[in-house]
């Protein structure tokens, strides 16, 4: 491929370092798996040729506007997608990329609109965390070139880049703490079936009881509870069961919430592991026993490295990053 001459490019870094392209890109990119040594081998080559990274070099030498990231969250608002949102930003702008952002609420056709503006705008890559539903529509822009990376949740009908969190396991070790703890009637309770990342969390759950030879009792199973009040309803009508739970994990934290409202209002025997960080006042007020904790601004770095080495090195295999939650609380082991 032919290219400005006298213009440093990711070869000429890697040539100067003595190192392959991908471990150019990754040491630049600041990933996981780079030696130190290598590391301040490859970044004092770069600033010895003044490298600039080849997507923004093109777009500049082209006279167009520098090289844009388009980021698609579920929800602005939401603490969790805003911490993803902060720390793909700080990599994006350490490359001198501009970010656009935008939300789709979960809903599959706000998702389309937003990736269709953003391709109109000419983004040359997109890091989704994705709406449920099938969006293999986005093949002919990856075809084209555009960079698609996927943090939190796969995309569906698409192999992309992608960076999760080991959500089953995360589950599945949350009822063996409860167990270990001596409860034998679990529960659980989630706000939309239709997430990958809750289908994952309930999978865990009944893995967990299967491995404690615990009945899957469909009372103590509550998977559309869309809010908190919802989540309140659900485990009222659980306590108020001849057996009732003496244990619940939460597969979201909105659901939590709910029920440590119903903790507090009754002051039932319940022991709550609640899914990502309890930051509200309910679940601080009412800490649970076990936070298992996917950490957003770690799936954030790591969705907007691979971002960057793609833009660097397009061609390869595509990646799956499965990063193990983390567990804290007074059921820790």
């Known amino acids: 491929m032919s290219r400005a001459a006298g213009r440093p490019t990711l070869f000429d870094v890697a040539q100067r370092a003595g190192v392959s392209l991908k471990t150019a890109s990754r040491a630049l990119n600041g990933e996981y798996g780079v ?10 080559a770069a600033t010895d040729l003044g490298f600039r990274p080849n997507r923004l070099a093109r777009s500049l030498a082209a006279g167009g506007p520098s090289a844009a990231v388009g980021l698609v969250l579920s929800s602005v608002s939401d603490p969790f997608f ?29 998702q389309l609109a937003i990736i269709r503006t953003f391709v109109e705008r000419r983004v040359d890559a997109l890091i989704v965390v994705p709406a449920p539903g099938d969006a293999s529509y986005l093949r002919p822009e990856l075809e084209h070139g555009v960079v698609v990376v ?19 396991g995360g ?6 703490r409860l167990v270990a703890r001596g409860h034998r009637r679990i529960a659980v309770a989630g706000d939309d079936p239709r997430l990958w990342t809750l ?20 009372a103590l199973v509550a998977l559309d509870c869309r809010d908190a009040d919802g989540a309140a309803v659900a485990v009222r009508r659980m306590l108020a069961l001849a057996d009732p739970p003496t244990a619940l994990v939460a597969i979201q934290f909105v659901a939590g919430r709910g029920v440590a409202r119903v903790v507090r209002e009754t002051g039932a025997a319940l022991e709550v592991a609640v899914f990502d960080e309890p930051i509200d006042t309910d679940l601080l007020a009412d800490p649970p026993v076990l936070v298992v904790a996917s950490a957003p601004e770690r799936l954030g770095r790591c969705g907007a490295a691979l971002a960057m080495e793609r833009l660097d090195c397009p061609d390869g295999p595509s990646r799956q990053v499965v990063l193990p939650p983390v567990l804290h609380g007074t059921a820790s082991r």
């Open 35 to 44: 030696a130190p040594s290598t590391s301040a081998r490859v970044q004092q």
């Open 199 to 218: 289908r994952q969390r309930h999978l865990g759950y009944r893995e967990g009881l299967a491995a404690a030879g615990l009945p899957d009792d469909p």
């Open 82 to 110: 805003a911490a993803i949102c902060g720390a793909v930003e700080s990599l994006v702008v350490a490359r001198d990329l501009q970010l656009l952002s935008a939300s789709h609420g979960d809903d599959p056709e706000r």
């Open 171 to 176: 589950a599945r070790e949350a009822v063996a």
């Open 150 to 168: 996927a943090i939190d949740r796969p995309i569906e009908g698409l192999d992309v880049d992608t960076v999760v969190v080991d959500n089953v």
